[in-house]
């Protein structure tokens, strides 16, 4: 489909940064969906209100543009529909890599040969993710965080802006690494690490 009728979920500031990619793309957006009643529209593109699959047609997808990880799992999970991805053509991927679907991929990123990427992930501006990455569904890698080759990064982990990621590191799934932290060895699963070298704050209940 050369022109995809494309529908967004969530009007917040990550909203702006998509339609900004799909404009590029040249992609036709045809509305925002999102549970405030007082938006009316974001950068000149109509906000329907609540997500209602009755005004999608078979052929438009979706992207979810909700920077909460917990979140965008919990909509994907529920909303019956065809998702798309947004990836921004100054983004640098090797045609060995492969992304699933419903991922952003924002300007200036760069991915490396053989990562694989999972579905609903945000890879976001100017983040780097060398070879052989292997990134869970519903990770986001914030702007200027940097992993290196061999990382795994478990489902719903958030890297936060200017982290940067030993080779071979496995974080686990729904952790948070705060920003600007060195991750020099393994983290577990639901924890909060911080600082350089990176040290566990607390656990995620």
């Given at each position: 489909m050369?022109?995809?009728?494309?529908?967004?979920?969530?009007?917040g500031g990550h909203a702006k940064?998509?339609?900004?990619?799909?404009?590029?793309?040249?992609?036709?957006?045809?509305?925002?969906?999102?549970?405030?009643?007082d938006l009316k529209e974001l950068l000149g593109y109509p906000v329907l209100g609540r997500w209602d699959p009755a005004r999608v047609t078979d052929a438009a997808r979706i992207i979810l543009a909700i920077g909460n990880n917990a979140v965008r799992k919990k909509l994907a999970e529920t909303m019956k529909c065809q998702w798309a991805n947004a990836i921004h053509p100054s983004a640098n991927i090797s045609t060995r890599c492969s992304i699933d679907m419903g991922t952003v991929v924002m300007a200036g990123v760069s991915v490396n040969?053989?990562?694989?990427?999972?579905?609903?992930?945000?890879?976001?501006?100017?983040?780097?993710?060398?070879?052989?990455?292997?990134?869970?569904?519903?990770?986001?890698?914030?702007p200027n965080a940097g992993l290196a080759g061999?990382?795994?990064v478990g489902e719903g982990t958030h890297?936060?802006?200017?982290?940067?990621?030993?080779?071979?590191?496995?974080?686990?799934?729904?952790?948070?690494?705060?920003?600007g932290t060195v991750v020099i060895?393994?983290?577990?699963?639901?924890v909060v690490m911080v600082g350089n070298p990176g040290r566990i704050l607390k656990e995620i209940g």
């Open positions: 050369d022109n995809p009728k494309i529908f967004i979920c969530g009007a940064v998509v339609l900004e990619i799909l404009e590029v793309l040249k992609f036709n957006c045809a509305g925002i969906f999102d549970d405030n009643p040969s053989c990562v694989s990427i999972g579905r609903h992930a945000i890879i976001n501006t100017n983040a780097s993710v060398d070879h052989d990455c292997k990134l869970a569904d519903y990770v986001h890698i914030s061999n990382v795994t890297i936060g802006i200017g982290s940067s990621v030993k080779q071979g590191v496995k974080i686990g799934s729904w952790s948070v690494i705060g920003a060895g393994d983290v577990p699963d639901n």
